[in-house]
């Protein structure tokens, strides 16, 4: 990282790679890029943070409902390409997005390691919403997710939060904050909290491809 700033808040740095050893010692220390086209690499550290702890996360009768009865089902690191591609699609706001090539395939690569994982959400066979992150040890990075139906996107946060109590990840990173994670219980922690929080619970372990039954 090649320049410390100080405008606006959370932004840390401009420059360097996405290689995947600068991407985990990245995360390792609470620190991820965003960043839109014509721009450098950015790196970000936000204060507070926003983070949920999978014991807290709170579902509403309604996603309770279409998680018993709805259409769909879920899956684990079956289709990582089309689901970050899924993320990196134009949304109803505007054209841009922040998941440009380059992103694309520098978390293709970390899932290939075993580090990036997808949860996925599907109507019969088509992919309708789903999620991806990056795993180090006890810690989950929640980086983007995408809805093609409604509560698609709830339904695969709701699966990853199943697998994290299974699998005992204590931490899943929601980065900056938005009335939306609020409703489903995450809430900020201070920056320094946060810090503390990876200290004690990440590790530069791949995990492996997440194998599990569809649901």
Same mark, same amino acid.
């Given at each position: 990282?090649?320049?410390?700033?100080?405008?606006?808040?959370?932004?840390?740095?401009?420059?360097?790679?996405?290689?995947?050893?600068?991407?985990?010692?990245?995360?390792?220390?609470? %620190?991820?890029?965003?960043?839109?086209?014509?721009?450098?690499?950015?790196?970000?550290?936000?204060?507070?943070?926003?983070?949920?702890?999978?014991?807290?996360?709170?579902?509403?009768?309604?996603?309770?409902?279409?998680?018993?009865?709805?259409?769909?089902?879920?899956?684990?690191?079956?289709?990582?390409?089309?689901?970050?591609?899924?993320?990196?699609?134009?949304?109803?706001?505007?054209?841009?997005?922040?998941?440009?090539?380059?992103?694309?395939?520098?978390?293709?690569?970390?899932?290939?390691?075993?580090?990036?994982?997808?949860?996925?959400?599907?109507?019969?066979?088509?992919? %309708?919403?789903?999620?991806?992150?990056?795993?180090?040890?006890?810690?989950?990075?929640?980086?983007?997710?995408?809805?093609?139906?409604?509560?698609?996107?709830?339904?695969?946060?709701?699966?990853?939060?199943?697998?994290?109590?299974?699998?005992?990840?204590?931490?899943?990173?929601?980065?900056?904050?938005?009335?939306?994670?609020?409703?489903?219980?995450?809430?900020?922690?201070?920056?320094?909290?946060? %810090?503390?929080?990876?200290?004690?619970?990440?590790?530069?372990?791949?995990?492996?491809?997440?194998?599990?039954?569809?649901?």
């Amino acid at each position: 990282m090649d320049q410390a700033l100080r405008e606006p808040a959370g932004l840390l740095a401009a420059g360097g790679d996405l290689k995947p050893a600068r991407l985990l010692a990245a995360y390792e220390r609470g %620190v991820f890029p965003w960043y839109s086209a014509q721009q450098p690499i950015l790196w970000w550290s936000p204060d507070p943070r926003m983070v949920l702890f999978p014991a807290e996360f709170k579902r509403s009768r309604s996603l309770s409902k279409t998680l018993r009865h709805g259409p769909f089902r879920t899956a684990l690191d079956q289709a990582f390409s089309a689901t970050i591609r899924g993320c990196a699609a134009p949304r109803r706001s505007g054209p841009e997005t922040w998941l440009n090539q380059d992103m694309i395939e520098s978390y293709a690569e970390l899932h290939e390691l075993g580090f990036g994982h997808s949860v996925e959400t599907y109507r019969a066979d088509s992919l %309708v919403g789903g999620l991806y992150g990056i795993q180090l040890g006890q810690v989950f990075f929640g980086e983007s997710m995408f809805s093609l139906e409604r509560d698609a996107s709830k339904v695969a946060l709701a699966r990853l939060v199943q697998e994290c109590l299974a699998r005992d990840i204590k931490l899943i990173d929601c980065q900056v904050a938005s009335p939306h994670l609020g409703g489903l219980g995450a809430r900020e922690v201070s920056r320094s909290e946060f %810090v503390s929080l990876l200290r004690r619970y990440a590790c530069r372990v791949p995990s492996g491809k997440w194998l599990s039954q569809a649901q």
